[in-house]
């Protein structure tokens, strides 16, 4: 009987030395900590402490008679009692939730607002996820042209090319007159110079492998392509950053 009440004691949260100390001291009513240990065959100085989180729990009281405290249980109901205070107190603190949320949040707004916002692709099929993304980051918000950088050495070429994720969005855009301005980074082994076209059709014979890099620049994010072993793209949304890529291509002429 001791063992299957001290289990369910446990069940509410007392350890099992505080579940033994609390079923002795319901048998036998009011006693010393002596007492208690040598009953429960536990050191006298940690069934004191033990004594004392009880207390704290209100599981048990204490009185004192003769400069001596005696531990005891003042209502078999206690565990009841218990559970009823904690249910007030987490009912309390489910009506004030939402208000802590809404304070955090504003603290979550204060602390991010001008920092960039960051989005990895890299499951299956990121590739088409990002021009779709994309795709839908122009129509929103009504672009009429966009700025891509690609990377175009003999260290990037390979038979990957751009597939049909590219011709599927470059078709899309085509149809809305959207148009791309594209910068080349062109060389043999590594970039030697940097020319900018409007030439869509160029972009498609592009290398998609072997560290190839595609940068698509909007008003105020940036999309990346990086093409490696473990190809993935990224979005980043900062004005400050697009906006410097912005300044920086604008630099470069047109391709005659």
């Known amino acids: ?4 009440i001290s289990s369910l004691l446990e069940e509410f949260g007392l350890t099992k030395i505080q579940a033994d100390i609390f079923v002795f001291l ?3 009513w009011a006693k010393t900590a002596s007492t208690v240990a040598q009953a429960v065959w536990w050191e006298r100085t940690n069934i004191y402490k033990t004594l004392k989180r009880l207390l704290a729990k209100w ?4 009185i004192t008679k003769s400069w001596v405290k005696y531990f005891f249980i003042a209502d078999k109901h206690v565990i009841w009692n218990k559970i009823k205070e904690e249910y007030r107190e987490l009912k309390r603190k489910r009506e004030k939730i939402d208000i802590l949320e809404s304070h955090l949040q504003e603290l979550e707004d204060e ?5 960039p916002k960051i989005t990895f692709f890299e499951w299956t099929d990121w590739l088409g996820q990002l021009y779709k993304n994309m795709y839908r980051e122009i129509k929103d918000n009504k672009y009429i042209q966009i700025k891509m950088f690609a990377s175009n050495t003999l260290e990037n070429k390979s038979n990957l090319k751009f597939t049909d994720n590219w011709e599927s969005f470059i078709n899309k855009l085509k149809k809305e007159n959207i148009s791309i301005e594209a910068y080349l980074g062109n060389g043999m082994m590594l970039l030697e110079n940097i020319t900018k076209t409007y030439n869509i059709d160029i972009i498609k014979d592009l290398p998609a492998q072997n560290s190839a890099i595609n ?3 909007f008003w105020d994010f940036v999309y990346i392509i990086i093409f490696k072993q473990t190809s993935f793209g990224i979005k980043i949304e900062n ?14 002429e047109l391709k005659k």
Not at 59 to 62: G, K, L, N, R, V
């Open 239 to 252: 004005e400050e950053f697009a906006w410097m890529l912005h300044f920086l291509l604008e630099k470069i």
């Open 111 to 115: 602390s991010y607002w001008d920092r």
């Open 1 to 4: 009987m001791k063992e299957n």
């Open 26 to 28: 319901y048998k036998y």
């Open 59 to 62: 599981i048990i009281s204490e």
């Open 215 to 217: 940068t698509f620049i």
